[in-house]
């Protein structure tokens, strides 16, 4: 599956508006914008794989982590998993 230009536009939104943002990219496999962000959360840094179209969210304590887990989000966004699966 290759981005759509909406994917595109997506994508260059999510880097224009949401604070804290490393870095974001359209999955491949679903086609949805996904990104790490970085959160304070609890007094302590960490990074946070998010799935931009549906607001799911896993937490990571590196950066490193959070972005290997970019380009499946259907292995952590349960919307992506259901789409993509069925």
């Not at 981005?3 to 939104?13: H, V």
């Not at 490193?64 to 699966?85: F, I, K, Q, V």
């Amino acid at each position: 599956m290759t981005a759509s230009l909406n994917s595109r536009s997506r994508k260059a939104e999510v880097l224009a508006t949401v604070p804290g943002i490393k870095q974001a990219r359209v999955a491949r496999t679903t086609g949805v914008v996904v990104a790490v962000v970085r959160r304070e959360i609890d007094g302590e840094t960490h990074h946070v794989a998010m799935c931009m179209d549906h607001g799911e969210q896993v937490i990571h304590e590196t950066y490193d982590s959070a972005r290997r887990s970019l380009p499946e989000p259907e292995e952590w966004c349960g919307t992506c998993c259901r789409l993509y699966w069925v």
